[in-house]
């Protein structure tokens, strides 16, 4: 009885005359031939060419695209090559050609060629149901978000939760298209929904803003946020992270040969001894004993700007030491209160003879300046001392050393600018987090997105108590981009390396990237080749939309045609997470959005702020350029 009364609510609009592989050829009837018509109440949109609509054989309904249509008199010979007043509603019949794609049955669809279009098979119009089976693959209305609506058939368009934000998500489109809406629209209706809350309280949802399109919260406000911008609150980095020998190195461009090899020497040292004070004392007194001038003097030049920094007095402790300048081959001399004290080659400096160096108030004066500091100019004071060590131990000279020293001083500097470098407990948070980078100066805008994307995966391959970790980068193509850039070799190979291991391997660690891009051309092709559902808004470069083509395979030759064509908000949805491709209508969403729409130039030169001032105040007298 129920499938009787389904048979009666759809209306029939055509039937298979003939049949060719598994394209059909459909007669329509004459009162279908309208662009939309009503169903029990409900708008319907007539068959058009790339709609998709339903062959019914059985208990079996056939998923059907509408590939040409046209029509043929049935009255008039169609010899005459002239189109005149004889064609007429009454005389012809329309003709539509569709070809098959998969089956619902039982409310799932499949990709199948058991079942073929037959001759007598009834086409009728793809209901909101039949949508939502093909798109969603029979996931239930409560296990998805809406975000628009079908192109072609105006049927609302279900994202299934688990299949699709369990997945790494690519969002394309050029600048104007609407993909920053689709991509705020995406994640704002999954906080929206019933799993919301608990996603929010369980996951972590990481935002890489590089224009600041999300700084000013407004995105998200029904939902807590934290916002780190850079400069009203610093970016969180972890300290594990930024100071592995493998960050270091790719910061300081480090040479492979024979700048590495210091990174590594010290790396380990500075993790075992961040009070180092009584080591660095040591040091000295080997150089003393070795009558190794130079390095003392480069140890003094340490030590003394430490002292400096860390006291606002003189710096008494080092009168003596300062004084210590070489004599003849292998022997020095200390000038205290004008009288002169030598130091032999292999003396023992912890004698009583030498005890007017002070060497006990230099270390404990060194030990109090180097507790106060904070770990990055506590580090980058390490290194300064660890580059004499290496020339004293390593055989490494002080030439080679300082340019990857002065380079890591100015990037510790800069990136202390806008972040606080911290211990883990205070870089991770479950809920919603933007990155703000536009403050951020434009060399070190790459460093931090890399940075930040980094800390979280190596995080998220650790942390089982956060079920998923979500790192969603709007302009991708700042980081993921596939040429050299200014930086070095080395660095370039990190940062691939580093966004190809999260693709392939975050998967299986709870780690899902969505990324959203003007050029996915630009980007990695590895990158792209490992993204599970796209969303693709208009394209018109070759480049991107070959890029497209070789990395969807999903994606079929009508809805690449239509890529160029696609309008503002409309777009491509395909991939694992859907049956079969679909073009959509995103929703535009007016209350809570990204910072991203078009200006309209009308509206801001017509509007009359209060503290404008008049055109005659700003230009009252007579310009010269």
């Known amino acids: 009885m129920v499938e009787e009364i389904v048979e009666q609510s759809e209306k029939e609009l055509g039937v298979v005359v003939s049949v060719d592989a598994d394209e059909a050829t459909i007669g329509m009837y004459n009162v279908t031939n309208g662009t939309s018509f009503f169903m029990d109440g409900e708008e319907i949109n007539g068959i058009k060419v790339g709609a998709y609509a339903i062959l019914k054989q059985g208990r079996n309904r056939i998923v059907v695209t509408v590939l040409s249509e046209k029509v043929r008199d049935q009255l008039n010979t169609i010899n005459s090559k002239e189109f005149d007043n004889r064609f007429h509603a009454q005389s012809i019949q329309r003709i539509v050609k569709v070809r098959s794609q998969g089956v619902i049955k039982d409310g799932h669809f499949s990709l199948t060629g058991a079942v073929v279009p037959m001759v007598g098979n009834v086409l009728v119009s793809a209901s909101s149901e039949d949508i939502a089976d093909i798109f969603s693959r029979g996931v239930k209305e409560c296990e998805s978000v809406i975000i628009g609506r079908s192109l072609m058939e105006n049927q609302p368009i279900r994202i299934p939760v688990n299949d699709f934000f369990a997945s790494h998500i690519g969002i394309f489109g050029n600048t104007g298209s609407g993909k920053s809406n689709t991509l705020h629209k995406l994640y704002l209706e999954l906080f929206n929904s019933r799993y919301g809350s608990p ?29 780190y911008d850079g400069v009203k609150k610093k970016f969180p980095i972890d300290e594990n992270l930024f100071f592995d020998i493998n960050t270091l190195k790719v910061l300081a461009k480090a040479t492979e040969n024979t700048q590495v090899p210091f990174f590594g020497s010290f790396s380990k040292k500075w993790r075992e001894n961040r009070e180092y004070a009584s080591m660095e004392i040591g040091l000295l007194k080997k150089c003393l004993t070795s009558c190794s001038i ?332």
């Open 199 to 227: 996603a929010l309280e369980k996951s972590s949802f990481v935002v890489i803003d590089f224009n600041g399109e999300y700084g000013s919260g407004s995105a998200f406000k029904d939902h807590h946020i934290q916002l």
């Open 294 to 625: 130079d390095l003392i003097e480069e140890w003094r030049d340490v030590a003394r700007s430490i002292l400096q920094e860390g006291s606002n007095g003189e710096i008494d402790c080092m009168n003596v030491l300062d004084t210590v300048r070489t004599f003849k081959n292998d022997l020095m001399y200390i000038l205290e209160d004008g009288e002169e004290e030598y130091i032999d080659k292999g003396d023992s400096i912890d004698g009583c003879k030498y005890s007017n160096l002070k060497l006990d108030s230099v270390k404990r004066d060194l030990a109090k300046c180097v507790s106060s500091f904070n770990p990055c100019v506590s580090f980058l004071n390490f290194i300064k001392f660890q580059k004499i060590y290496d020339a004293k131990y390593m055989g490494m000279q002080l030439d080679w050393l300082r340019p990857v020293v002065g380079r890591m001083e100015r990037v510790v500097n800069s990136i202390e600018k806008y972040a606080e470098i911290k211990g883990a407990s205070g870089c991770y948070l479950k809920g919603i987090t933007v990155f703000n980078l536009k403050n951020v100066d434009a060399e070190y805008k790459e460093t931090f997105a890399l940075l930040i994307a980094k800390m979280f995966y190596e995080r998220k391959k650790k942390d089982s108590n956060s079920v998923s970790l979500h790192l969603i980068i709007d302009e991708a193509h700042n980081i993921l981009n596939s040429f050299k850039s200014s930086h070095s070799d080395i660095w370039e190979d990190y940062r691939l390396s580093t966004f190809e291991s999260m693709i392939k391997e975050g998967r299986k660690y709870g780690f899902f990237l969505t990324i959203a891009s003007q050029r996915p051309a630009d980007i990695s092709p590895t990158i792209m080749s490992q993204i599970h559902n796209y969303i693709v808004h208009k394209l018109v470069n070759d480049k991107d939309l070959q890029m497209m083509e070789n990395t969807m395979p999903t994606l079929d030759a009508f809805s690449k045609s239509r890529i160029p064509t696609l309008g503002k908000g409309e777009a491509v949805l395909t991939g694992r997470a859907f049956g079969l491709p679909s073009l959509i209508k995103v929703d535009y969403e007016p209350y809570s959005r990204p910072d991203s729409d078009d200006v309209d130039l009308i509206k801001k030169w017509t509007s009359k702020a209060d503290n404008t001032a008049s055109a005659s105040d700003t230009y009252s007298g007579t310009q010269t350029f």
